[in-house]
């Protein structure tokens, strides 16, 4: 991959089953502008607490991330846990902790074994040598079943930059987002306030837009370090090339986020939901919202089940503003309900033949108004079930 | 049963599969009084709306309600069909078709077999000579696996009343409310404002505090009708016969929809959630309505898993005010988490012990103010799956 400036590391520190890298680190020459996004819930991991103190500068340098143990529900004794480990690293790094960001995905309510850090630090520092972004994308996996990786290129003043990105998701997805870690990185040089809203903009029609079991968790971050180090001029708000580079962003991000639903926790299915015509676009997103995560909708996808009604049903008690009479409803381009009433003809046999697919779009016209949202969702399966009734033992 | 002045019938119409009764009448020898609540979806089935429009008098004298057909998303002419019937069925009983409510549960989106229920509509009101309510109770079964019914009795005035009533859930069981079907009556003679009164708040802490799945129906019903025909004198509202009328009719609904929750579909568990210490009682109930519908909850207690992180993950996206150093967990009387950190010691051992019964009571307590709120869930299972990819084949 070609960014300047940034380096590497993964090492297995034991936190994880052995055999699984599951400490990793993302190191850049020189600090890098920075923005995060991070979970709303109420309950935030310890290394969600300290990172997000430290972002509000603008400005991070490294990354500190292991798999295995979420420090959350840790208490005092988990924010102790994170801040020597990160003391430790930044250390080793020549740099200030509060260059470094810390982040944790894993099981909750377990205390951080901070040995284990300590021996495995030595290690991860030197092997930022010959470690890759593939190898921090494979550290941060807990239930995926693959790395999720993208990248992008643009110029900028006559220099070309790349932007990269990774991400782990699988479970506990859902908008204001998930067990969802992604770190993107770029060499370009961007104004500061530009990047932070550009980010902030491309998250929210990504990883804002997805939904695979509409749990969210404690530890959901999303990370972008800007270094500069492609030598372009820097990026801002309104130019051709701050377009350009927004676009590239978004790109990543939804390529990342759609990654994300199609390794969703025993999914078969990866379907687009897209709403029309509702009062407003908040009111999209209500009906979009139920719809992606309605249980009874999943299980029809998995079962291949041209139940439209069910998906009617959900919009009715979305909160969106509905005329029942007005609901249109299609899968891809079969026209499975109009005006509230079923198609007919040979709708069931044609939206069954979609529903055999392993991505369809679902397209909802509530008739109302102009609004619209769009959002990603996966069926809801017997794997799924499978893997988080098992996933602490 | 000793309940005066109702009569019973179900025959099978052959809307459902064959070999079951898919077409039940309750009818009162006089007009009573009679309350109902209904699915607060913008989708709503034809019936519901009839019924609504019809109930606004405060007086019903006979339920229609048939089960294989939801009558939902079928426009104008599920709107005729069901007032058909319901015309056909009044003639025959020689009431005005006002007094007659109408319901209907089962697939959504499919046009209802008028000539069916012409056909069977002579055969139901002549079976009111032998029918009984147990007979309607398991008419109005779709994916139930038990028929659900529960009666009580009281005195007012020196004159015993029996209230009783039935009920049909298993999957869309959500708050406000499911694919939810209650009817309940009484001979006891109820003043009607107090009844209206009673009888909300009755649903409020039963129907309105389960959840199976999180999705909620186009044609949730439930109703009551007191025909007075106990003979006592009227109940009301403030009154000590008021309030033990009060106590059965909570009691009653209580049972019918722990009875719902106990049979989800495909559930293995009935799990209580408790919630106290909120900051207020709405509160409380976005907590325990979080927990309740998480799947990773759920599954986490089909596995037997005491995986109490998952719970105050859920906890923190409720939306409720929470400070996470001062959450507290237990699973009965095992203290699995103290100030948002584990109970250590025995807790893990101890709790899964208690995950591994049939029944268990989940209490968190937000330590902030003196909100409460309690709700029953089930675990979410691969019977569920399997239910709900198949139910319409």
Chains 1, 2 share one sequence.
């Not at 701050?242 to 969703?264: E, H, P, Y």
């Not at 809801?380 to 602490?392: C, G, K, P, Q």
Request: charged share 20%.
């Amino acid at each position: 991959m070609n960014i300047k400036g940034f380096t590497f590391s993964a090492v297995e520190a034991a936190i994880k089953k052995p055999g699984r890298k599951d400490l990793a680190l993302i190191v850049s020459d020189v600090p890098a502008v920075a923005a995060a996004v991070f979970t709303t819930s109420a309950v935030k991991a310890a290394p969600v607490l300290l990172s997000a103190e430290r972002i509000a500068g603008g400005t991070a340098q490294a990354l500190l991330v292991n798999s295995g143990n979420a420090n959350a529900c840790t208490g005092d004794n988990g924010m102790t846990v994170a801040r020597e480990t990160s003391r430790l690293v930044a250390e080793g790094l020549g740099i200030s902790p509060d260059l470094l960001q810390v982040s944790s995905t894993g099981v909750i309510g377990v205390q951080m074994p901070l040995d284990r850090f300590t021996a495995a630090i030595p290690a991860l520092i030197d092997g930022r040598a010959s470690g890759t972004f593939d190898d921090v994308a494979a550290a941060i996996m807990t239930t995926d079943t693959f790395a999720k990786m993208e990248t992008g290129s643009g110029e900028a003043g006559g220099v070309g930059y790349t932007v990269a990105g990774i991400a782990k998701g699988a479970g506990m997805i859902m908008p204001n987002m998930a067990t969802m870690l992604s770190f993107i990185i770029t060499d370009a040089a961007v104004e500061p306030e530009f990047l932070q809203q550009a980010f902030r903009r491309a998250v929210d029609v990504s990883f804002n837009a997805i939904t695979v079991d509409g749990d969210m968790s404690t530890n959901d971050t999303c990370l972008i370090m800007a270094n500069g180090m492609a030598g372009n001029p820097d990026i801002t708000e309104g130019s051709a090339e701050g377009n350009a580079f927004a676009v590239i962003l978004n790109t990543v991000l939804l390529s990342l986020a759609q990654q994300i639903v199609r390794d969703g926790e025993g999914a078969t299915k990866f379907v687009e939901i897209r709403i029309t015509g509702a009062a407003s676009d908040a009111d999209a997103k209500r009906a979009a919202l139920a719809i992606a995560n309605s249980s009874l909708v999943k299980t029809a996808f998995f079962g291949q089940d041209a139940n439209w009604g069910r998906i009617f049903a959900a919009v009715g008690y979305s909160g969106a503003e509905v005329d029942q009479t007005r609901l249109s409803l299609s899968f891809d381009d079969v026209c499975m309900a109009r005006n509230g009433v079923f198609a007919g003809d040979d709708a069931e046999a044609r939206g069954t033949a979609v529903l055999k697919q392993k991505e369809f779009t679902v397209s909802v016209d509530l008739g109302i108004g102009s609004g619209t949202a769009t959002m990603y969702t996966s069926d809801l399966t017997h794997a799924y079930i499978s893997i988080n009734a098992d996933y602490r033992s």
